[in-house]
């Protein structure tokens, strides 16, 4: 073992990583950084692959010590669950909807009147 692998071993005592997942809105990132005081470090790590191999990736993690890891992982997920809960709600889908239709029918307009000055055109 190098002298820089045992510094940055002793450098790296008391402190853990959490992992953060793919997909992990940015936001959350965020707030953990922020209100944790967390430091974000990109390491190499074993990733488990769909087809059941594992490969080396590197991927993002939080590093601090153990309390205040285990009291971020538990915040990320509260966080997480509540932006799920905001992206179920019908009222977005619906004024998105609204939204959607107000749009096609303008879209649906448009089309009508290009097509009547296209008959006045060809019309002689």
């Not at 002793?10 to 793919?22: H, M, R, S």
């Not at 390491?43 to 971020?72: H, S």
């Not at 004024?95 to 649906?108: F, L, T």
């Amino acid at each position: 073992m190098t002298d820089a692998e045992i510094n940055n071993k002793e450098e790296l005592a008391g402190l853990y990583d959490l992992a953060i997942p793919i997909g992990m809105p940015l936001s959350v990132i965020h707030e953990l950084v922020d209100r944790f005081e967390l430091e974000p470090v990109q390491r190499n790590a074993k990733v488990a692959l769909l087809d059941g191999e594992t490969d080396q990736r590197e991927i993002l993690v939080l590093r601090g010590d153990l309390e205040t890891v285990k009291a971020a992982e538990k915040y990320m997920f509260e966080a997480l669950d509540q932006r799920f809960a905001r992206w179920d709600k019908s009222e977005r889908s619906d004024r998105y909807k609204e939204m959607y239709e107000k749009s096609a029918e303008k879209r649906k307009q448009m089309v009508k009147e290009r097509i009547a000055e296209k008959k006045d055109e060809l019309s002689f």
